[in-house]
C-alpha cells in the first residue's frame, strides 16, 4: 500500500500528541517549586531594578522633548522601550510572587547604584540644548554602569532562570549602550563620568543576597 500525502502530517499529529502527553506527565510529576520570599534575591533584583529602570525612562524621556538630534533621540528612545517592556515583565515576576512592586531608596542607596540627583535631572531640562545632550550620555552612562554592578546576584546558579535570563539581556544590552554612548561623549569632546565607588563599611546594594 502505497502512503498517501496525509501520511506525513498524521505522524507530525501523533509524534505532537505524545509530546504533549509526556509533558503533562512530567508537569504533572514535577514538584512545585514555592515563590520567592520578600528577602530572596530574585525579589530584591526586580524590586531594585524596577526603581532603577523608572529613573532611565525618565532621563530618556526628558532628553527626547528637547533633543533635535536623530542619535541622540534614537539612543533614547530604544532605552526607553526596552526598560519600559523589562518594568513590565518584573512586574509581572512581583504580581505572580504576590510581592509588592514599590522600593523606596535612600540617597545612598540611589547613589550607589549610578542613578542621577534631582539637581541633575533638573540639569537636562535648564541647561542648553548641547550641554543637556551631553550631559544625558553622561548621566546615562553612570546609571547603564550601577545596573552592571546590580546584577551579579541574579545571575548566580539557583536563581529561576527567567530572572537569570532577564538580567544577562540586561548585562549585554546596556553594556553595549554603554559603549555606543561612550563613543558619542569622546566625539563631543566630553568624558564620562565617574561611577561611584562604594564606602569600605557598605556593600552594593543587591550584593547581599
Request: hydrophobic fraction near 45%; charge should be positive; aromatic fraction near 4%.
Amino acid at each position: 500500500m502505497k502512503p498517501t500525502s496525509r501520511e506525513p502530517r498524521r505522524l507530525a499529529a501523533l509524534a505532537l500528541l505524545l509530546f504533549a502527553a509526556g509533558l503533562g506527565i512530567f508537569l504533572l510529576l514535577t514538584p512545585r517549586l514555592p515563590p520567592p520570599t520578600a528577602g530572596s534575591t530574585e525579589v530584591m533584583f526586580a524590586r531594585e531594578m524596577i526603581a532603577h529602570h523608572e529613573q532611565a525612562i525618565t532621563l530618556a524621556m526628558l532628553i527626547r522633548q528637547r533633543s533635535a538630534d536623530r542619535t541622540i533621540r534614537s539612543a533614547a528612545l530604544d532605552i526607553q522601550l526596552s526598560q519600559e517592556e523589562q518594568v513590565r515583565q518584573m512586574r509581572g515576576f512581583l504580581r505572580l510572587w504576590k510581592q509588592p512592586g514599590t522600593f523606596p531608596l535612600s540617597t545612598d542607596h540611589a547613589r550607589m547604584m549610578g542613578m542621577a540627583s534631582d539637581a541633575e535631572l533638573t540639569s537636562l531640562k535648564t541647561l542648553p540644548v548641547p550641554q543637556a545632550e551631553v550631559r544625558f550620555l553622561q548621566l546615562m552612562t553612570r546609571h547603564h554602569q550601577g545596573a552592571l554592578r546590580m546584577l551579579p546576584p541574579a545571575l548566580e546558579p539557583g536563581v529561576l532562570p527567567q530572572v537569570r535570563h532577564l538580567a544577562r539581556q540586561m548585562q549585554v544590552t546596556q553594556g553595549g549602550e554603554i559603549r555606543f554612548m561612550t563613543s558619542l561623549l569622546k566625539a563631543r569632546g566630553a568624558q564620562v563620568l565617574l561611577s561611584p565607588a562604594p564606602k569600605p563599611d557598605t556593600t552594593m546594594p543587591g550584593m547581599e543576597h
